[in-house]
């Protein structure tokens, strides 16, 4: 069982990236999927979530209005489009993937991470 995140890279503030995050051996539609990020020297902060039946879908203050979470299932894929960026956003990105359904509960499956900076 893998979850393998892709996409980030270096950007300029106002830039945009799109993040993916693919899993082997299980479908991602069947369950709550989380991104997380992590700036350099800080703790890991989440960031948005959507339930399996996208009808929920949650995101911290700070990226409200600018990144925007789906899911392609035919792919088996979600995505983290980011826009906007801010040097603020920079950090490690990671994919979890919420065995129980629910959001920020259960148990959970974690990717490596992509980075993502912002920088002039």
């Known amino acids: 069982v893998q979850v393998v995140e892709s996409g980030g890279g270096l950007v300029q503030p106002g830039g945009s990236l799109r993040l993916s995050c693919a899993a082997s051996e299980f479908t991602l539609d069947e369950y709550a999927i989380g991104w997380f990020r992590q700036a350099p020297g800080k703790g890991r902060e989440e960031v948005s979530c959507?339930?399996?039946?996208?009808?929920?879908?949650y995101y911290i203050d700070a990226v409200e209005g600018r990144f925007t979470i789906s899911r392609d299932n035919a792919r088996n894929t979600v995505y983290l489009q980011v826009n906007s960026l801010k040097p603020e956003d920079t950090g490690v990105y990671y994919c979890?993937?919420?065995?129980?359904?629910?959001?920020?509960?259960?148990?959970?499956?974690w990717g490596q991470g992509t980075l993502v900076t912002v920088s002039s």
């Open positions: 979890v993937v919420f065995l129980g359904g629910t959001c920020f509960r259960g148990l959970e499956i």
């Open positions: 959507t339930r399996s039946d996208t009808e929920n879908i």
